[in-house]
């Protein structure tokens, strides 16, 4: 692998780690020489993510909690400082759906869509940031947006407003921290199969409407985001800074 890749040496925080998109990220990183934090609400599934990691050879550690939980993300950071090690690497990922008409939502359900896909991005990177800042070899802040960063579809509002929130997250990071050589760059990926869209995906008419919407014709596939994600995160992204990459298959490129 080229040196510009090698993610050696590196350790990784991904958050919704345990199964899904958050999984296929830290398998790519941990393959691309990465430690890698691995994050979910179920301690299962966090140590099956862990376990399986390990058992590829790769270096791999699992935190269990909720990324809407502030004092959580906080006494892993200090945990790791305890241990004396530090992230270089975030890939805020965690994220969860919830499709309703926008007159029918109620406060609670936007609320919650919210805080687990925007505001945790916030409150994961300012408590790693502030890290990187203080020891002062930069870092990878990676944020985890959309096709719906750019464009909305009918019954995922609040989905809509957080994946589009976390595209302007991303530059005001980049302006407030590329000056300590921290990056700071998401990735935005189109339909892609996962469980969480496994509603979508057995639906007849919407999986129609993404073969015949993407220029691509087809779905993605978790581990087509890999090669984006090792990208961001290692030296070959250096001046590379609040930016968002779609990885769609083409499909915002087309009317
Ligand atoms: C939906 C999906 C989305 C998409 C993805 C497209 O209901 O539209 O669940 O999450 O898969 O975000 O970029």
């Not at 080229?2 to 590196?10: H, P, Q, V």
């Not at 096709?147 to 991303?170: C, D, E, F, H, N």
Request: proline fraction near 2%.
């Amino acid at each position: 692998m080229s040196a510009l890749f090698d993610l050696t040496g590196k350790t990784a925080f991904i958050t919704g780690s345990s199964r899904g998109l958050g999984f296929s990220y830290a398998e790519g990183l941990a393959a691309a020489g990465a430690s890698v934090i691995v994050n979910g609400t179920q301690a299962l599934t966090v140590q099956a993510a862990v376990d399986k990691l390990l058992s590829q050879g790769y270096k791999a550690r699992g935190f269990t909690f909720d990324v809407t939980h502030e004092p959580s993300i906080e006494a892993m950071f200090t945990q790791l400082d305890q241990e004396q090690i530090a992230v270089d690497i975030v890939i805020n990922n965690a994220g969860i759906q919830y499709r309703k008409p926008l007159v029918d939502l109620e406060l609670g359900q936007w609320q919650r869509v919210l805080d687990t896909n925007l505001t945790s991005a916030f409150i994961v990177a300012r408590a790693a940031a502030r890290r990187m800042i203080a020891r002062g070899k930069g870092g990878k802040i990676i944020n985890i947006g959309s096709l719906t960063s750019q464009a909305a579809r009918a019954t995922v509002a609040p989905y809509t407003a957080a994946k589009g929130g976390i595209k302007m997250l991303t530059c005001s990071m980049a302006a407030e921290w590329a000056e300590f050589n921290i990056q700071s760059n998401a990735i935005g990926p189109g339909y892609i199969l996962t469980d969480m869209n496994a509603a979508l995906i057995e639906n007849q008419s919407f999986d129609a409407w993404v073969k015949a919407s993407n220029p691509s014709k087809r779905w993605g596939r978790p581990e087509e985001l890999i090669g984006t994600a090792i990208y961001l995160a290692s030296s070959a992204s250096d001046y590379v800074n609040g930016q968002i990459i779609y990885v769609d298959g083409g499909w915002l490129a087309v009317l």
